[in-house]
């Protein structure tokens, strides 16, 4: 087994509240597959769903207007919307280790941005042809239209696009950083955003943090943008609806849904860092399951490939709403509109160069994607959290009865001798997340601010015990 120092760092502690209030129970699907068909038709096979909806100050508010056509009013679906897709590249893909807490699972995962040549009609928001049929999915996506929006990148050797979620009025963006650097093989490229309204402009990076696959993105004058509804993801129950949109693909405006089918989930993914910028460990290059292999194919309007230089962990959330190549960075909401993750990751059945969606997406929960986008936007650069020690998986050790990640050896100086760790500690909790292996501890420290304080229950001797931990800085 291989071992996993433990270096990475996430978002502000996640409270250990649940929430007693289940989503609303979601619409007819035969009636929104009806109202889906008469909207527009996408020409490259194999994409999402595309649903349409208005725009909407509220999940269930009222549909202004300017989006939704008189019931009276006989509408043709081709007047609506028309998109013509000649080519849709083949897909950015590799392999991972699915470490999903309890799971033991390996998976496939495509990270889901796109490369592809689409032309479509400057109105890219959600569209109604009969206001008095509209449903919660339709409101909340009429909602949130107006805060996602499309991200092209191009450098001199790749191209890609990718989805991302407006922070504020004035233009700021959150996107993946595989996104941005084109999964790692440069931060030299171009940016341009489509908002959903058809508008394009050019963008600039304001910082990027490898170590959790978020990006930060500015467009210079706009004061008109809808800023997303946050929501705090530390309150999602299982069985909760979700509904991703992006564009995947390259097909703006795409709507999909869901619901949360696990929650404290762990990943470990190839860093999308560029190569002066590697992050966290090794992968090990015996097994096709501990990294990512970025292929951008050799297709038209494509770039070489990239290998990554290391791996990390994430914690996420995990959704059966449909996510493909292209909705990377985009929003995955709640029942009122309300973010509660940056989609990053979804689980192939199919090889790395040709996977899709098998409703098992991945979405860096809301509360660290806030915490990161806000330190970003401040200093530019965000922290996370070190334990300073290296771990390994206990499940893997001989003899071993329990699950947990097992401290192999502690950094003089750091965290965890400080708060009184030693080796063969077994941690099975962290924060009250429970952790089944190495890369659950890492993600979940991660997920944490550098000086953060943590409760960690571990097993020593037998005996269960919390220690308090105050984490160091993962650089």
Sequence with gaps: MTETPEDFTPAAPASNETSSQTSDTPPSRAKAARERATSYTPRASGSAAIRTAPRTSSAAGTIPPAFVKPSSEKVTPSGQRRLVVPLVA???????????????????????????????????????????????????????SPSVVTIMVESSQAAGSGSGVVLSSDGYIVTNN??????????????????????????????TDPTVDLAVLKVDGVSDWTPIEWADSSKLNVGDLTIAMGAPLGLAGTVTTG???????????????????????????TNPFDQWNFDFGQGQ?????????????LPVIQTDAAINPG??????????????????????????????????????????????????????????????????????EKGSTIVGAVIKEVV????????????????????????????????????????????????????????TVTLGEFK
Excluded: C, Y
């Excluded at 592809?116 to 909340?140: E, K, L, Y």
């Design 412 to 467: 003089s100086g750091g965290a965890a001798e400080r708060a009184g760790m030693k080796a063969g500690d077994i941690v099975i909790s962290i924060n009250g997340v429970p952790v089944s292996d190495s890369s659950d501890l890492t993600a979940q420290v991660r997920n944490l601010a550098a000086g953060s304080t943590t409760d960690l229950v571990i097993v020593r001797g037998g005996k269960t015990q919390t220690i």
């Design 259 to 285: 619901i949360v089918s696990a929650l404290n989930r762990s990943i470990q993914i190839g860093s999308s860092a560029v190569p002066d910028q590697q992050d966290s460990t090794t992968p090990d290059q």
């Design 90 to 144: 083949a897909l950015v893909a590799g392999a991972v280790l699915g470490g999903a807490s309890g799971a033991g699972i390996a998976v496939l995962l495509t990270r889901d941005s796109a490369s592809q040549s689409v032309a479509a009609n400057p109105n890219q928001g959600v569209v109604i042809n009969n206001a008095a049929a509209v449903n919660d999915i339709t409101a909340v996506a009429a909602k949130a």
């Design 327 to 396: 909705n990377s960075g985009g929003a995955l909401l709640d029942s009122k509109g309300r973010l509660i993750g940056i989609n990053v990751a979804i689980a192939s059945a199919g090889s790395s160069s040709s996977g899709g969606n098998i409703g098992v997406g991945f979405a860096l929960p809301s509360n660290l994607a806030k915490r990161v986008t806000g330190e970003i936007i401040a200093t530019g650069k965000a922290s996370h959290g070190l334990l300073g020690a290296s771990v390994a998986d206990e499940a893997a």
């Design 301 to 313: 309007g494509q770039g070489q490939s990239q290998t990554p230089q290391a791996s990390i962990s």
């Design 178 to 207: 595989h996104v941005v650097t084109l999964d790692g093989a440069t931060n030299e490229a171009t940016w341009q955003v489509r908002d959903s309204q058809g508008r394009l402009f050019s963008a600039k990076v304001v910082g």
